[in-house]
């Protein structure tokens, strides 16, 4: 049972000591470099992990993002990881411009055999590991501060030491202080230095190092603030690389990343769509197309989103959540009314500016630069506007309603919509709307041919139409085509009609284009009716819109 008050159970986080922080008025730039570690962290977090074959797709699937650091797993922990880390070494499958990393606790044993599985790579990143704060030092290992700094010493000097007896590799090191956002600044800052008094770093050949938010306990102001306080104070900060790992327990995961790059990071660590322990890492995705939508290059390649969530849902045997951020079947997708409308409007307002820049409501990105065609922007149910239906005819046919057109016809398919208490598709909404102005089936009065003569001002029409299982004539006067053709209808069938309004576009282009045509006519009682004609010849097309609304009321009465 949830207590009335937490505070006696639970602790606030304290806040960090920072005078005149930088990072709230800094902004992202550019992107940081990015180390993609699903092959570890998230591979351990799996109900079942991936096998080698698994674990080379996504590898590949990795390198065609384009990420350029890749933690391809934890070699010491079993035959699995190491043949499969030494097999990727001796297929030659790692790119010369790729950096692979392996991850490894601070024991003598353990990091030998993690340089032996990368033996005979071009380069590789090793990665040690301590937790160092109160909790781990007090509970976990019951050790005083000087004995968690003695395990990060001893454990640079073997990265150091190890290393030295295999120089054909262009070894790079990589040491995170475990536990980092729950440990005391000076703490880390004390075993950070130490580490470095080892493995002395420099300008040209930087330590990375990694500090974690192992367990998100905060704000991510105060990841924040950790970041920029030891970007402040560690002794050489030119000779280091200071890098992100942030976890979502908070639900932050991705907001800590973001601002830590703020507070002056320069690598992210996570995983493809925030796969990892408990609530998962650093949402990689998320972050990269974040800076996308600022105008960044983030220099990964998501141009085939679903590609990538397909691969991704293979080989963890997890599905990417249908609301998570640009990846989601559903997050460029708008069934209410009121946003169909506004979308609706703002890519017909794209559409007419001469300028490449974005700006379409409800929509950060363009799904195109995502691989996502525009279909599924809108979709229909009972809680959709006239707006979204005329969306998705324009996109399914080709048809752009008038307005008032669009008003109509949203109310057929809001019955539809709440008689069938499911979403409507555009087969469904392109079979209502050919149903309801009677274009196919059954048709009171359809035109099979007609003949216009006269001169300007001065028309006549003289048509075949098919009415009642036969053919009929008809012909009228007037001082157009619509008109004489009313005339018709009005003196030979008794349907009086007057149009208030008439529209026409095209569909489709070159050979293929047809035309629309759109009525709106008023009864002589006040109804108002809709029509529409197809054809390829607009004239044509403007008759058959005319006795679609006279069919109207045939049908409906």
Same mark, same amino acid.
């Given at each position: ?68 650091? &890749? ?29 692979? @990393? ?20 071009? @380069? ?7 937790? &160092? ?107 280091? +690389? ?11 995961? +991705? ?38 939508? @600022? ?33 989601? !079947? ?54 959709? $506007? ?36 499911? !979403? ?6 392109? !079979? ?27 028309? &006549? ?95 409906? $009465?």
């Amino acid at each position: 049972m949830m207590l009335t008050d937490p505070a006696q159970k639970y602790r606030a986080f304290p806040q960090v000591d920072l005078p005149g922080r930088q990072w709230p008025s800094n902004v992202i730039t550019k992107a940081p470099r990015w180390l993609s570690t699903d092959m570890r962290d998230g591979n351990q977090s799996l109900i079942d992990p991936m096998n080698a074959e698994k674990k080379r797709r996504f590898f590949d699937l990795l390198l065609k993002v384009g990420v350029k650091e &890749i933690e391809v797993g934890f070699p010491a922990a079993g035959a699995t990881e190491f043949d499969f880390i030494s097999g990727l070494v001796r297929d030659g499958a790692i790119p010369d411009d790729v950096m692979p @990393q392996v991850l490894t606790q601070a024991r003598e044993d353990l990091i030998a055999t993690t340089f032996e599985s990368l033996r005979g790579a071009k @380069q590789a990143i090793v990665h040690v590991y301590n937790a &160092i704060s109160p909790a781990w030092r007090n509970i976990v290992f019951q050790m005083e501060r000087p004995q968690i700094r003695d395990i990060a010493i001893h454990a640079a000097k073997l990265l150091r030491d190890n290393a030295a007896r295999m120089p054909d590799t262009d070894w790079h090191f990589e040491y995170s202080p475990e536990t980092f956002s729950t440990a005391e600044l000076d703490f880390s800052l004390e075993c950070c230095e130490a580490v470095m008094e080892i493995l002395q770093p420099t300008p040209d050949r930087p330590l990375i190092l990694n500090l974690p938010a192992t367990v998100e306990c905060a704000t991510p102001n105060i990841y924040a603030d950790q970041i920029e306080w030891i970007c402040r104070n560690i002794s050489r900060r030119d000779s280091v +690389v200071i890098s992100l790992h942030t976890h979502n327990d908070r639900g932050t995961g +991705v907001a800590a990343a973001e601002l830590g790059i703020m507070a002056g990071a320069d690598r992210v660590e996570g995983c493809l769509f925030g796969n990892g322990e408990r609530t998962g890492n650093c949402d990689l995705v998320t972050v990269a197309l974040n800076m996308y939508t @600022q105008g960044i290059d983030p220099e990964l390649d998501f141009s085939d989103i679903d590609e990538v969530i397909q691969t991704v849902e293979y080989c963890n045997q997890l599905p990417v959540h249908p609301r998570h951020p640009y990846a989601g !079947e559903l997050v460029f997708t708008a069934f209410s009314g009121s946003h169909q409308d506004a979308i609706k409007k703002g890519f017909a307002a794209q559409e007419a500016r001469n300028d490449l820049f974005w700006n379409v409501p409800y929509l950060p990105i363009d799904p195109k630069d995502l691989g996502r065609d525009y279909e599924a922007v809108i979709r229909v149910n009972s809680q959709s $506007g006239k707006g979204g239906v005329a969306w998705v005819l324009q996109q399914d046919k080709g048809y752009k309603l008038p307005k008032k057109m669009q008003a109509d016809f949203s109310k057929v398919v809001q019955g539809l919509a709440d008689q069938s208490s499911r !979403e409507l598709n555009a087969a469904d909404i392109g !079979e209502a709307f050919e149903a309801h102005y009677c274009l196919t089936g059954e048709q009171p009065y359809a035109l099979i041919d007609y003949h216009e003569s006269g001169v300007a001002g001065d028309r &006549i029409f003289t048509g075949k139409i098919a009415h009642e299982g036969g053919e009929r004539s008809i012909s009228g006067r007037g001082n157009g085509l619509l008109s004489s053709v009313l005339a018709a209808l009005r003196d030979e069938l008794g349907i009086s009609l007057e149009i208030a309004d008439y529209s026409e576009h095209a569909i489709g282009a070159g050979s293929d284009v047809n035309a629309a045509a759109y009525v709106e006519c008023r009864t002589p009682d006040g109804r108002t009716l809709f029509g529409v004609g197809t054809d390829s010849d607009v004239a044509t097309a403007s008759v058959k819109a005319v006795l679609s609304a006279a069919n109207g009321i045939a049908v409906r $009465g």
